[in-house]
């Protein structure tokens, strides 16, 4: 019985550390992160994780080469709580702000210099990585991976690159499944907000000029319609 008792504790510890691990890293997370920062073996992070997706506490995503691992509920503020306190603060600025999209813009390139990212330590490696890769084309592809690890609000969203120009200078990418385009256009301050912040990380992460515009932005009654459009070009 008290044999019993110990393995009970012992399952009860892995999995609050493990998900606690999760929370810390809002921006996703893969195995071999938790493994490398618990310590636990690959065999237990699997077999916990496991566990911690069929008890909808934790999901999943691809993410390029990766598996990343996302909380349900994040560990500090609760994610309903947070997306409606950032709607009403976006809908309100485009309401007595209106026609200021270059402004927003803007805030995002200067805020990514100031947001601490919590990117998993392979994003970090490969950004590391691109920063001495010659290959434009290469960050452009990337793009795609990176994008949901720093748009916090909206992990599972869907981006297509719909062109990318033969000489890898520029690139246009489509975004669908977007909480922000949902009936309304009260939240796209949101995309031109990250339209910036994304300028900024790539600038960062190659050393090299970026500009990122938005295209297009199209909202529609129907959630799988609606989309936006970001035209990426590196200088």
Known sequence: MLRSTANKKNT????FVILECIRDNPGG????????????????????????ERTNQIFSKKVGAYKLFFA?????????????????????FKKYLPNNEDVAIQI???AANDIKFSFGP???????GLKSHPISRLF??????????????????????????PEGKNATYRFKNSIFL??????IYHVYIMCGISEGILKKAINRDVLCEVDQIYVSNKKEESFFDFIITIK
């Not at 009860?12 to 999995?15: A, L, P």
């Not at 306190?85 to 976006?90: D, E, G, N, R, S």
């Open 12 to 15: 009860i510890n892995h999995e």
């Open 29 to 52: 997370i893969t195995a071999s992160d938790i493994v490398n920062i618990t310590n636990f073996s690959r065999n237990t992070v699997s077999k916990y994780v496991l566990s911690l």
């Open 72 to 92: 349900k509920k994040e560990k500090f503020i609760p994610f309903e709580t947070a997306i409606t306190y950032y709607k009403a603060l976006l809908s309100k």
């Open 108 to 110: 995002g390139r200067e």
């Open 122 to 128: 392979n994003i970090q490696k490969q950004l590391r």
């Open 140 to 165: 452009l592809e990337s793009f795609k991976a990176f994008y949901s690890a720093y748009d916090i609000f909206q992990p599972n969203i869907d981006i297509t690159i719909l062109k990318i120009d």
């Open 182 to 187: 949902e009936d309304t256009d009260d939240f």
